[in-house]
């Protein structure tokens, strides 16, 4: 009997043991994110996505060749606008900071050492952290716009490189003898 409290006593024990607090770095990330509002921040960079989007599909569209039948392949833009607006709103309710937090603070804390998450943190909070977070939302705007301009000067090189790529895979199939049934 005593044999099996005690073995009841260390597996109790054992079980408390494995449930483990938050670790030192777990606790100094979650202080870090909150000292960058990064719920905020995530929230910003979604909305600025989202806003350009529209725009950034349009001209995705507007290169989009038509075939040799006519029209452009696709979805026409009403069906587009529709769908999109349906994958922001789902990306929005998976991206609520709530259900992401706990993978950022293992990110944060798997990635930067105590003392690294320390000094982060006094950054933050400092009078030139407040403003690089202040100012975040602009930058990341600005970066996105860039980057569209980036992808609409290299969109006339992409699709010419599908229409290469399409035109070889043509050609090797009307190369390819074709083989009677058997």
Do not use: H
Request: a negative charge; one cysteine or more; proline letters at 6%.
């Amino acid at each position: 009997m005593r044999l099996t409290s005690f073995a009841a006593v260390f597996v109790i024990c054992a079980v408390a043991i494995g449930a483990e607090e938050p670790s030192e770095r777990q606790r100094l990330a979650e202080n870090l994110l909150d000292a960058m509002d990064m719920g905020t921040q995530i929230t910003a960079s979604f909305e600025a996505m989202k806003a350009v989007m529209p725009a950034q599909l349009k001209q995705i569209q507007a290169s989009v060749p038509a075939d040799a039948k006519g029209p452009k392949p696709g979805i026409g833009a009403d069906q587009q606008k529709k769908m999109m607006d349906k994958v922001m709103d789902m990306c929005a309710e998976e991206m609520k900071w709530e259900n992401v937090k706990p993978d950022y603070i293992n990110l944060y804390s798997e990635t930067f050492s105590a003392e690294e998450l320390k000094e982060l943190i006094a950054f933050y909070q400092s009078p030139a952290g407040k403003a690089y977070l202040a100012k975040q939302p602009e930058l990341m705007q600005k970066s996105m716009q860039l980057s569209q301009k980036t992808m609409m000067r290299l969109m006339p090189k992409i699709m010419a490189m599908r229409a290469e790529v399409a035109a070889e895979a043509a050609k090797e199939t009307a190369d390819k003898p074709v083989e009677p049934s058997k």
